[in-house]
């Protein structure tokens, strides 16, 4: 397949960020998959971090972990729950990134004495990435999805890098969406336009006309508004799209289809329709997501807790296994911090299942084993992710076994009994970025556990983003307490799961089961968990 046939959609934004740009952008790939092309989307961060790796949470939402062990911008996460094909390191750039890479390249002498400057060396480094999965071959469209807000200083290299592309790629071969927010003044009782007709404005002085208009908007867009938006900001009348509120963004590309996104889309690209999108699979999880037979409460136990967004695949995660038991999921957030052996009983109760979720560093991590403590004596269905699991090790140690001074070495170095610890070969490692055991890896199952049964299966890959392990030294005393691990690496020999046995329900795993949950494949660790605590209601 040659360059020239693969097309080019870019999706910007104006007037205010979070507005769905990723979801957009998804639901767009969506229809477009639908219909039968080969689709994918990447995104642009205009942040100088080199990734999000060292963000917190509480900055930029949680940090998405691919197969190839990159860590991402939580859009990807949308991307590949929707579209249901795995992302790469080239999906996701970021400032950072770019820069770091021009200069290296001018340190190694590669610009041949010229002065290195944002145009033309750093546009022609973001045009080349942009055009990085197009040129495979594997791709007939490819979406992408400049971070921020037209008008910022730090997207101009990106938005100049989209014109030069449009540019060079010629008639029908790209196009861009621009991604608006209709505002409702309620005073007024109306829904203004300027903002968008200023943003479009901001987008063509930096020479970009956009194509396609999508607009949020809480309230329906009348035809008079529509027109008006297409006459001021030069656009084709059908091409002004309307974004309403949604009560679940699984809804969107249905919006999208009902509005004639992709429609519009292939017809400036130059493509044919072909088959209407087929997007049965999609509304039977609709359906059933929309329809639940029960409800049950989980609590959701962290110290990100006041932004949902920290946990983002795990609420994901309950949507589609939630659908796949037509139940519906309350998830309870509850911060680690405030929980102590005195009211643990009290913070917990009435919740039909419990999970521990993912975290670094020492905050909330007594709450989190009391947490573990009190699901496990209880008898409440519980789920441990990494951190999650390493505090089940450290709580069933101190419990179980009597090592009061069981800690993981994150916490407390000088522990007596580190039951969690650094790997060797992490000690001497100063740096934070990318020194974690990330990405794809494998595990084997033993037969006839909860786990085995879980899968199905006994070897598995799950993607992982972690500095501290299970420590194998005090394997033996904790199974012969009846702390089974039930999952190992098979290159490494460390543990990635553990479980109890006369427990209705028991399971800590050391990786991220919610980066791989999508609609079209719910996480079967997921599915079983709401299938127990829906048993455990019962």
Not at 31 to 59: H, S
Not at 344 to 365: H, K, N, S, T
Not at 429 to 448: H, P, Q, V, Y
């Amino acid at each position: 397949m040659n360059q020239t046939q693969t097309k080019y959609i870019f999706v910007t934004g104006g007037v205010t960020s979070s507005l769905g740009k990723g979801i957009i952008a998804a639901s767009l790939a969506k229809l477009l998959q639908a219909r039968g092309y080969r689709t994918t989307i990447q995104k642009f961060d205009p942040y100088i971090n080199v990734d999000p790796g060292t963000l917190n949470p509480y900055e930029h939402g949680e940090c998405f972990v691919t197969d190839d062990g990159a860590e991402t911008d939580l859009d990807l996460g949308h991307y590949e729950r929707f579209l249901n094909v795995p992302t790469s390191q080239a999906n996701n750039v970021t400032t950072g990134r770019v820069y770091l890479s021009v200069i290296e390249k001018e340190r190694r002498g590669e610009f041949l004495g010229k002065t290195v400057q944002v145009v033309p060396h750093i546009t022609n480094e973001i045009k080349d990435r942009m055009q990085l999965l197009g040129k495979t071959g594997d791709y007939d469209i490819v979406i992408t999805e400049i971070g921020g807000t037209v008008g910022d200083i730090e997207s101009l290299p990106y938005i100049e890098s989209v014109r030069q592309l449009v540019w060079e790629l010629g008639e029908s071969n790209s196009i861009v969406v621009h991604l608006t927010l209709i505002p409702y003044l309620a005073a007024a009782g109306e829904l203004k336009t300027k903002p968008t007709q200023h943003s479009v404005k901001t987008l063509m002085e930096s020479g970009i006309q956009a194509d396609i208009l999508v607009c949020r908007t809480e309230h329906e867009l009348s035809d008079e508004l529509r027109q008006k938006l297409a006459l001021f900001c030069n656009v084709k009348r059908e091409a002004v799209i309307q974004s309403i509120d949604a009560s679940t963004i699984y809804e969107v590309p249905n919006l999208m289809l009902e509005e004639g996104l992709d429609i519009v889309a292939l017809k400036k690209l130059n493509l044919p329709k072909k088959a209407a999108p087929d997007l049965k699979n999609w509304n039977t999880f609709l359906h059933r997501l929309k329809h639940p037979k029960q409800t049950v409460n989980v609590g959701l136990v962290g110290k990100y807790v006041e932004l949902q967004d920290s946990y983002k695949s795990i609420l994901e995660a309950f949507i589609h296994a939630g659908a796949a038991n037509q139940t519906k999921v309350n998830v309870i957030s509850i911060h680690s911090e405030y929980i102590d052996e005195t009211n643990a009983a009290e913070q917990l109760q009435g919740l039909d299942g419990i999970l521990v979720a993912p975290g670094f560093g020492g905050r909330g991590i007594e709450g989190k084993i009391e947490t573990v403590r009190y699901a496990r004596e209880n008898n409440i269905p519980f789920f441990g992710i990494c951190l999650g699991m390493q505090m089940a090790v450290i709580e069933y140690s101190r419990t179980v076994l009597g090592l009061k001074d069981a800690n993981s070495t994150e916490m407390n170095e000088e522990t007596q009994h580190p039951v969690i610890a650094l790997m060797e070969a992490q000690k001497t490692i100063t740096d934070k970025g990318g020194t974690m055991r990330l990405g794809s890896w494998k595990c084997t199952l033993a037969e006839g556990s909860l786990a085995h049964a879980i899968y199905g299966k006994n070897q598995i890959e799950e993607r992982h983003r972690h500095r501290y392990e299970y420590n194998n030294d005090y394997r033996k005393q904790l199974e012969t307490a009846g702390l089974v691990a039930s999952g190992i690496n098979p290159d490494t020999g460390l543990v990635e799961i553990v479980e109890l046995k006369n427990h209705p329900f028991f399971i800590g795993v050391q990786y991220h089961p919610e980066y791989k949950s999508t609609v079209a494949n719910p996480h079967p660790i997921f599915v079983s968990f709401v299938a127990a605590m829906v048993k455990h209601k019962k």
